[in-house]
């Protein structure tokens, strides 16, 4: 987590970005994404140099070996005069990585002129990462040398004095997009860091995983995901797995190029060079995925509607409707293979609403896979940019049933004050959720007035699919005795006795001054 010195540090380079004309919040995470990166492909150079002359083998480099292709280094720029700093990035670096190709920088002829990579033996056409797929209708917006030169001065302070690896890295990226939140106008509806690593701990992904969030945004449940891998396998990974770990293993949809942009430099600090991270309106006809990932999740739009020629017909088949939060439940479903798992964030009004679209879509996973948690969220998890209620639910593909009981849990609380604020606070509920859901063999005895309890499927049938959490807790009511009508009025009339004789007294005080 990002706090202190290091905090007062990016807030600062922050305002200066804001004193420089740049106030809006997705400019200013832009402008800083393409420092970082830029920063980083420098890093990557000189781990590259050090590997080579200490094994004494060559290895491929990220910057041409000319004059001008090592101008665009960090290590060699980021002392220099504001204005040639200036001149360096908005003129060659800047131009040379919206063109990088298979993780080689173009160069710069004798005339100034960009020269695209063309490597001996390959096609012009080198299949581009991510990042640099995007980076076509990116515009470098640092406006004067001067507001670049503090930028630059702040990044290389921060990144030499605290951030000492990827964790770190990645919580400083996770701060700035955190200020979207702070935000609000933008319309960024991002998921809070603890609710994600929450559901990749339910859905405990590994490294042979293939795993998808159709709706990505920052890629932000993609990020976690890698994290829990890296947390859990990094000892044990195979060279193999380590490339699937670097590439196709990661995949993610939306329809803002911008967020694609902050979501391929997010996975790429985190490790992962080339994601499949595409523009795409997931649950149009554009998207023929089926049956291809093992893990989904994710926090679809909510409360949205799409046009419905444009929706996907075998959709419209489980659920026909326009309401984003049931198409996507419905998609989900479609890009898991069999064996699939999902955690999902979804609105209450899914759990229990009455319409066919809803009910249909309820009974399509509980009748034809297997829905195993559905956990209630309060309703301030999304403050201070929303106050929607919300839940999680975890279900795996079958194709062939498989829901017997349906395990609820009550969160009551985040670790976070539900206020605008969300303050840290002690109490929290999800390491007790992670840990039940992973002992579901001891919630079976537990009673409906607990926090957690399991509902038989049939019961869930009865009641039309309903998966409201309040339509199977019990509340317990405790009965308060209170005394009988003669006691009361005997307190009564004691009280008024009493009211009397201090009555009397202060007369009597007020006689005796006089």
């Known amino acids: 987590m990002v706090t202190g010195a290091i905090k007062n540090k990016v807030d600062k380079i922050w305002d200066d970005i804001a004193a420089g004309g740049i106030t809006n919040p997705i400019t200013v995470i832009e402008q800083l994404t393409y420092l970082m990166f830029i920063r980083s492909l420098d890093e990557k150079e000189l781990e590259n140099e050090e590997f080579a002359n200490m094994m004494g083998e060559s290895v491929d480099n990220i910057f041409p070996q000319t004059s001008a292709g090592q101008s665009m280094r960090w290590s060699k720029f980021k002392d220099k005069d504001p204005r040639e700093i200036f001149d360096i990035i908005s003129q060659r670096v800047f131009p040379a990585v919206k063109k990088i190709k298979n993780g080689k920088l173009p160069d710069f002829n004798d005339a100034g002129e960009l020269v695209e990579v063309n490597e001996a033996g390959q096609d012009s056409n080198i299949e581009d990462t991510a990042f640099s797929r995007y980076m076509e209708d990116a515009m470098f917006l640092v406006p004067t040398p001067q507001v670049l030169q503090k930028i630059v001065t702040g990044l290389e302070d921060l990144y030499t004095q605290d951030i000492a690896d990827r964790d770190m890295q990645g919580d400083l990226y996770e701060y700035m997009l955190g200020k979207l939140a702070t935000a609000g106008r933008n319309g960024q509806f991002r998921t809070p860091k603890h609710i994600r690593e929450m559901m990749v701990e339910l859905i405990a992904p590994t490294p042979d995983d293939l795993i998808c969030d159709p709706a990505c945004g920052t890629a932000g449940f993609l990020v976690s995901a ?15 797995q380590w490339d699937f770990y670097a590439g196709e293993m990661f995949s993610g949809f939306d329809t803002d190029r911008t967020m694609l942009r902050l979501s391929a430099m997010n996975l790429m600090l985190h490790s992962i060079s080339n994601p499949d991270v595409d523009y795409k309106d997931s649950v149009s006809k554009q998207n023929e995925t089926s049956s291809k990932y093992t893990v989904c999740l994710a926090n679809p739009p909510f409360k949205g509607t799409v046009d419905a020629e444009s929706i996907h017909d075998n959709l419209k088949a489980v659920t026909n409707t326009k309401k984003t939060e ?21 609105p209450d009004g899914v759990l229990f609403g009455s319409s066919k679209a809803h009910k249909s879509i309820r009974q399509e996973i509980i009748e034809n896979h297997q829905l195993q948690a559905v956990i209630s969220m309060p309703s301030g998890v999304f403050k201070p940019y929303a106050g929607v209620s919300t839940a999680v639910l975890v279900f795996t593909k079958t194709g ?47 009673e409906r007035t607990e926090q957690s309890f399991f509902v038989p499927k049939q019961e869930i049938v009865d009641n039309e699919y309903d998966l409201s959490i309040n339509k199977y807790k019990k509340v317990e009511y405790v009965a308060v005795e209170y005394p009988s009508t003669k006691e009361i009025l005997a307190n009564i009339e004691a009280l008024e006795m009493e009211i009397a004789r201090e009555m009397t007294e202060l007369k009597k005080l007020l006689a005796d001054e006089m």
């Open 400 to 446: 062939a049933g498989g829901t017997e009981n349906v395990w609820f849990y009550d969160m009551k609380a985040d670790g976070y004050s539900l206020d605008d604020k969300r303050s840290e606070i002690q109490e929290n509920d999800i390491p007790d959720i992670i840990e039940r859901f992973h002992n579901l063999e001891k919630e079976a005895d537990r």
């Open 326 to 346: 049931l198409l996507f439940l419905a998609l989900f479903l479609r890009l898991l293979k069999k064996g699939g798992r999902c955690a999902c964030i979804v």
């Open 226 to 240: 890698a994290e829990y891998i890296r947390r859990n396998y990094e000892d044990t990974m195979t060279n193999e």
